[in-house]
């Protein structure tokens, strides 16, 4: 654990700085990317399916309305409080220990991910802190329900975390309007509400460019990210077997 948690605070530690200048200068180049991560994991967890019933089905439209339902009431910035931190670190940990589903794309579904970030960046050890303790009362706590969960119901749980996936397209997707801003303590804006536009209209609506074809690559990206994953956790699977 020591050094999974470890893993997890240098990488975000050294790339904090540039994901906070990429989301704020190359927003549309960021969620494409992200983008490109959830379709190729949707696919993967599609590909382990064992089969689709009726049950299947439903769990498949309840994930999706349910990401939905959340990513349009939900506002996309939560305020910086510490039980709201630690509510998100628990839900976070959770999610990175569900296949297919990012803990990352959880904190920034519910807004957290930039204020993570910052606390990262700038060292903010009490936010840390208490995120970090919802991190691990998650992990406790959850991690045995998971398991009962997949041995359980492996192949209905699974379309749930599909559906999950599905829904969470339309939080990812890169061509956005901002509705309703506020200032936070630090003089920075942060975006309370936003809607999805059609990449054709967004030039017209904001005055900005949409860099489709940019997207696009930078979807592929993320896509082959994962495929390169995968694909490496295969051939190390196979190279030990044969040890």
Request: hydrophobic share 55%; glycine share 10%.
């Amino acid at each position: 654990m020591v050094a999974l948690f470890g893993g997890i605070l240098i990488s975000l530690k050294t790339f904090a700085a540039v994901v906070l200048f990429a989301m704020d200068a190359y927003p549309i180049l960021v969620w494409a990317f992200f983008s490109g991560l959830v379709a190729a994991s949707i696919y993967l967890l599609v590909r382990e399916q064992r089969g689709w019933g009726v049950l299947e089905f439903i769990g498949l439209l309840f994930g999706t309305a349910f990401i939905l339902t959340i990513s349009y009431m939900a506002p996309s910035q939560l305020p910086a409080h510490g039980w709201i931190l630690f509510l998100g670190g628990f839900v976070a940990i959770c999610a990175m220990i569900l296949p297919g589903i990012s803990g990352s794309f959880i904190l920034l579904l519910v807004g957290l991910y930039p204020v993570f970030l910052q606390a990262i960046h700038h060292l903010e050890i009490v936010k840390l802190l208490w995120f970090g303790a919802g991190c691990i009362t998650g992990l406790v706590v959850f991690s045995r329900f998971l398991l009962w969960l997949l041995n359980s119901y492996h192949s209905q749980t699974l379309a749930v975390l599909i559906g999950f996936l599905i829904g969470s397209l339309s939080v990812t997707w890169p061509w956005k309007q901002s509705l309703l801003t506020t200032v936070d303590s630090h003089g920075r804006t942060v975006v309370l509400q936003q809607e999805n536009l059609n990449p054709l209209n967004y030039l017209t609506v904001t005055g900005n460019e949409p860099v489709i074809i940019w997207a696009i690559v930078w979807a592929l990206v993320g896509v082959g990210l994962v495929a390169g994953v995968e694909l490496t956790a295969n051939w190390l699977k196979k190279k030990h077997s044969k040890v």
